[in-house]
C-alpha cells in the first residue's frame, strides 16, 4: 500500500480566492459575512459568499460548477499539471446543490405556462462534477460524484485515496464544491438551525450556522507518479475512515459514537496514535447539537490539550463542499506550522468544556485531523501529514 502524496491544492470561498489569500484573511480574523446578494430572498439571515466570480458567459451554467473550476485551476497550476499524458486519472468530488435541478424560476415559470426555457436543465444535464472537471482537462478516466450531505467532500477525498492506494489511478483530483442556493437556505431556516448572527463554532452563546458556498480541492498522487514528474511533495492523506451511527434523521448521535469509530479508523490506516495528531479542524457548525456532540467526543478522545478550531468561522458552512475546503485549510496549516483563530468563539460552553484556538497558533507534530459530520448519522474523518522524507 504505497504513500499517497498532495501535489497540489485550490480554494475558493468567502475566506478568499486561492490558498494564499484565504491564509491572509484567517491570519487577520476576516469574516466576509452578509446578507443573501446572488438571489432575492425574503429571509432576512447572514451568508458567507463568494463576491468574486468572473462574469458568467454560459446561460445555465451552475454557481457550484463555477467555484469548482476556480478551484481546480489553482490546484492544477500549482501542482505543475498541464498534460496528463500517460496518466491514469480518477475525479472524486462531493456536493449537494449541485446534485438536484434547484432553480426554481424554471419550476414556477413552467407550472404558470406549462413551459420553460431549458437553460437550467441543460446546466444542470452537463453539470456532472467528475464529468466537467474531466471534460476540463480533456482527458477520460475514473470518476465519482458523492453526495453524501455535509460529509460529501471529505467522503471524496477518501474515495480518491482508495483508488490511489489500490494503484488503480496515477492521479486523483478530489474535493467538493456547493453553492449559495434558495433550497438549502430555506430548508436549514425551516430546520430552526440557522442563525440570525454570524455563527460562532463552539462558543457558548452559538444560536446556529450560516450557510456559505466555494469549493475545495487536492491534487493527490502516488509516490511513483510525484518521483516520475520529479516532486518532493511536503504533504501526504494518511487516513481516511467513515462510519454512520444511524441514529437520527439530522441530529448526531449524543456521544458521538460514529464519529469516534471514524475518527478510530483514520488513525488505523495512517498507521499512527491519536497523541501525534498536532491539530484538529473541526467540523464545528455552530449549531447547538453539533457542536456539543463533536466538542465532547473530541475532548474523550484527544483531551483537554489538543488544539481544535472550525474555520467554517471563515466560510460558514458549505454543504457538500466543507469537506474539500476543510482539506486543503488544514493541508496548508499544518505545512505553514499554523493555525488561525476558531473565528466567532467567544466563551466556552461549559457543557463541552472545550476552547478552540483563541489566536493564531503554532504548531507542531506531522499529523492533523479534519472531520466532518453529517445528516443521516455521517461521520468522516481525514488524517492529512507532512512528508519527513
Not at 454560459?58 to 500517460?86: C, I, Q, Y
Not at 460524484?145 to 460529509?151: E, K, L, Q, T
Amino acid at each position: 500500500m504505497q504513500e499517497v502524496y498532495i501535489t497540489g491544492m485550490g480554494v475558493v470561498s468567502a475566506a478568499g480566492v486561492g490558498v494564499a489569500q484565504s491564509l491572509a484573511s484567517m491570519a487577520a480574523g476576516g469574516r466576509n459575512v452578509g446578507p443573501v446578494s446572488v438571489f432575492d430572498s425574503p429571509i432576512k439571515l447572514p451568508v458567507f459568499e463568494v463576491k468574486s466570480l468572473p462574469p458568467r458567459t454560459e446561460p445555465g451554467k451552475m454557481r457550484t460548477l463555477e467555484l469548482l473550476e476556480m478551484a481546480v485551476d489553482e490546484a492544477l497550476e500549482n501542482a505543475g499539471l498541464s498534460s496528463f499524458d500517460g496518466l491514469r486519472v480518477g475525479v472524486a468530488m462531493g456536493t449537494t446543490v449541485a446534485c438536484q435541478l434547484n432553480d426554481l424560476g424554471f419550476y414556477s415559470t413552467f407550472r404558470e405556462k406549462k413551459s420553460a426555457p431549458m437553460d437550467s436543465v441543460d446546466g444542470f444535464l452537463s453539470g456532472n462534477l467528475a464529468e466537467a472537471v474531466l471534460k476540463k482537462l480533456g482527458t477520460d478516466g475514473r470518476k465519482m460524484v458523492v453526495a453524501n450531505a455535509c460529509s460529501s467532500g471529505t467522503d471524496s477525498i477518501g474515495a480518491a485515496l482508495s483508488w490511489l492506494k489500490a494503484g488503480l489511478c496515477d492521479i486523483a483530483i478530489a474535493g467538493g464544491a456547493d453553492e449559495m442556493n434558495r433550497i438549502p437556505l430555506c430548508g436549514f431556516n425551516a430546520l430552526g438551525v440557522a442563525s440570525d448572527e454570524p455563527c460562532k463554532p463552539f462558543s457558548g452563546n452559538r444560536k446556529g450556522l450560516n450557510l456559505g458556498e466555494g469549493a475545495g480541492v487536492l491534487i493527490m498522487e502516488t509516490a511513483e507518479s510525484a518521483a516520475k514528474r520529479g516532486l518532493n511533495p511536503k504533504l501526504k492523506v494518511c487516513g481516511y475512515g467513515s462510519f454512520a451511527d444511524a441514529y437520527h434523521l439530522t441530529a448526531p448521535h449524543p456521544e458521538g459514537e460514529g464519529l469516534v469509530r471514524a475518527i478510530e479508523a483514520a488513525l488505523k490506516q495512517a498507521g499512527i496514535s491519536k497523541d501525534e495528531i498536532a491539530f484538529v479542524n473541526a467540523h464545528g457548525t455552530s449549531t447547538p447539537d453539533n457542536d456539543k456532540v463533536e466538542g465532547r467526543a473530541l475532548l474523550r478522545l484527544f483531551g483537554g490539550q489538543i488544539k481544535v478550531l472550525s474555520t467554517k468561522g471563515y466560510t460558514g458552512h458549505t454543504l457538500g463542499g466543507a469537506g474539500g475546503i476543510e482539506a486543503v485549510f488544514t493541508a496548508a496549516a499544518l505545512a505553514e506550522g499554523w493555525v488561525p483563530k476558531s473565528g466567532g468563539f467567544e466563551t466556552v460552553d461549559d457543557e463541552i468544556g472545550l476552547t478552540p484556538t483563541t489566536e493564531k497558533t503554532a504548531i507542531t507534530g506531522n499529523y492533523a485531523l479534519s472531520t466532518s459530520l453529517a445528516f443521516g448519522g455521517n461521520n468522516a474523518a481525514l488524517i492529512i501529514g507532512r512528508n519527513e522524507a
